[in-house]
């Protein structure tokens, strides 16, 4: 049996994930225009960068050997994230939330039909059981739950009080919470028991909590220190308070203090979140989150051609991409 990878896959289901949206969208019919045509102005707008689209597709097929039957949850991941990117980033207030001709409120009308009631469509225009519909649908509710609960511990984080432990709190919802939705209805999807649900719901929370890392470090090497103009209290900065002297604890929170309105400060800490030995403490719990999110999934036993495929995608998330400074 050939290899695969996560990239062909998404590569060979990105067309059909598109035309179910564009079913969704049309079953809106001709009353909804209007509707219709901001999500599809939202959509174009906040493309998702990455292909994590597949995953309910290896839970699915990891389950049963087969991935196009869950190519529904991926349009529902798409339209949750889409939705949720947006919102994100109104609430961070940095500007970048322009949908083409739509005015800021005309977005967040549309945000709120993509990533609400548009996947809650999908759902129930599937020729499923109605026990599996209604489970799905509960699934959509619950997860903005408690994704908008670790959202909002995040918007609230105390940088004075922060630990990893309590941002990792915060990931496991506002992150992992979408990923747990989503895996978990893949295996609702396939026929899982009951047991094996839950667990690909743990799955998907470490799955989340490692893509919040990823994302963390995407923000300082892409330049856009969205976290540090947004005083976020992010995993990274956690460590570093953790190992930190106090002296170089007071100066961590004077430099985050300001870093939100001083280009200089920004600089300077993220000197020193990129100090050696704050990375190598990133780097064991980087590790150790792909670790048990491997255990997970070797655990699982499943389809042995998409196993290997799903741990690629743990390997994208789990990537260590910062390299440390040595100046200060």
């Not at 990533?115 to 999908?122: A, F, I």
């Not at 978990?184 to 667990?199: F, T, V």
Request: one cysteine or more; charged letters at 20%.
């Amino acid at each position: 049996m050939s290899s695969l990878s996560y990239l062909e896959l998404h590569r060979q289901v990105s067309p059909s994930i598109e035309a179910e949206i564009d079913s969704a969208l049309d079953r809106l019919g001709p009353s909804s225009s209007a509707v219709k045509s901001a999500i599809t102005k939202l959509l174009h707008h906040q493309k998702l960068r990455h292909p994590l689209s597949v995953l309910p597709l290896l839970v699915h097929a990891i389950e049963t050997g087969t991935p196009r039957p869950a190519i529904p949850l991926s349009a529902v991941h798409v339209l949750w994230w889409t939705s949720a990117c947006y919102l994100d980033d109104l609430a961070d207030g940095n500007g970048g939330t322009k949908v083409e001709d739509l005015g800021e409120n005309e977005a967040l009308l549309a945000s709120l039909i993509t990533g609400h009631m548009l996947p809650v469509q999908v759902i129930q225009s599937q020729e499923v059981p109605d026990s599996v519909r209604g489970a799905l649908t509960a699934e959509i509710t619950n997860g903005w739950i408690v994704a908008v609960e670790g959202q909002l511990d995040d918007m609230r984080g105390d940088v004075g009080g922060a630990t990893r432990k309590s941002v990792i709190t915060a990931y496991r919802g506002k992150s992992g919470a979408p990923f747990g939705m989503i895996t978990a209805m893949a295996a609702i999807l396939s026929g899982a028991e009951r047991n094996e649900i839950e667990r690909w719901r743990e799955f998907g929370y470490v799955f989340g909590i490692l893509w919040q890392m990823f994302n963390d470090q995407d923000d300082i090497l892409s330049g856009r220190n969205e976290d540090l103009l947004n005083g976020t209290v992010t995993y990274l900065l956690a460590c570093a308070m953790e190992g930190a002297t106090p002296e170089s604890r007071a100066e961590i929170l004077a430099l985050h203090t300001v870093a939100q309105e001083s280009v200089r400060a920004r600089s300077e800490l993220t000197d020193l979140l990129l100090a050696p030995a704050v990375l190598r403490r990133y780097r064991q719990d980087i590790n150790g989150y792909r670790d048990e999110a491997y255990r997970i999934v070797n655990d699982m036993g499943g389809d042995p051609h998409y196993v290997p495929v799903l741990r690629q995608l743990v390997d994208l998330s789990a990537q260590m991409l910062l390299q440390p400074r040595t100046g200060r």
